[in-house]
């Protein structure tokens, strides 16, 4: 069986400093495989070479291959003529990043980090990035994509490489509720944290205990309580604030956590209710309950609290 080929090739290179690890983390992130300094020899064996088995069967990602002067035989006019083979002898559809930065910036990078500059082991580092410029001419005029970095951070040239390589939905953020009892702990993986047991609880109610918090009645309990209105509003205003930020910033993983003593009642009727305000928002979130299942016991909730409402929490 002949293996199938990447869809795209992408040839990350550019000035050493210029931000080509973050290009390649950022590609990643999106579901690119990634290959840095691979030797240029080797190149057509990776192509050759179908994908493992555990990957789903998905070998159409597009590949990001990072090259630059330290690659093993790094030779700018050779990787010209074998990109053109690549697009009319294999039918690739390949492009190259170019990552430029100015040299003044360049050499404040190498001196905060205090890195020596690879073509300047022994040398002030301007010395390595003018021979370095020099080195890379050809792929910088052959590239058809260019970004220049010398006024943008890491973490502003990770959000440009999202706004032009994501595709297909891929580096959308994954967004996540769950619901979870403080009395079993506290989820590992939450993000926000949120504390419900303000509310009045279902659980100190004997028609109300055996349910759960995707019950109509439980849920018209919880939400009889004083403060629910003006809470809900405001937690559903802030993650319609903060989830878009997030994404912006490339999180690809954000997950809200809402806690009860138990986890049955108050934090599954509230990550229910969260979870559809967002999906009407244009949100995903899956939900989980993590404690739904447990059995509801008394000493784990603490004696009851009379409220002035009439209510009982805790």
Known sequence: MNPRRPKHIL????????????????????GWEVVDNLPLL????????????????????????GIGTQTRGFDPES??????????EQGH????????CSGAELVRRFSETRRRHPLAQDRPAVDGIARERELLGPLRRWSNRLIDTTDMTANALAQAIRAIFSTDGTGKTTFSI???????????DADLVLDMRFLRNPHWDPELRPGTGRDADVSAYIAADPAY??????????LLLLLPRYQAEGKSYVTIAFGCTGGRHRSVHVAERVARRLRAAGFSPTVTHRDLQTAPQDSLEGAPVTTQGGGEKR
């Open 11 to 30: 040839l990350v290179t550019g000035m050493s400093g210029a931000g080509k690890s973050t290009v390649l983390r950022t590609l990643e992130d999106l």
């Open 42 to 65: 080797l190149l057509n064996r990776l192509l050759d070479t179908a994908p493992a088995e555990s990957a789903d069967g998905d070998d159409q990602r597009p590949l990001a291959l």
């Open 79 to 88: 990787i010209v003529q074998r990109i053109k083979k690549l697009r009319e």
């Open 93 to 100: 559809d390949v492009g190259t990043l170019f990552l430029e």
């Open 178 to 188: 769950t619901s979870f009892g403080f009395s079993r702990g506290l989820p590992r």
């Open 229 to 238: 209105d003006a809470a809900m509003e405001q937690i559903e205003s802030l």
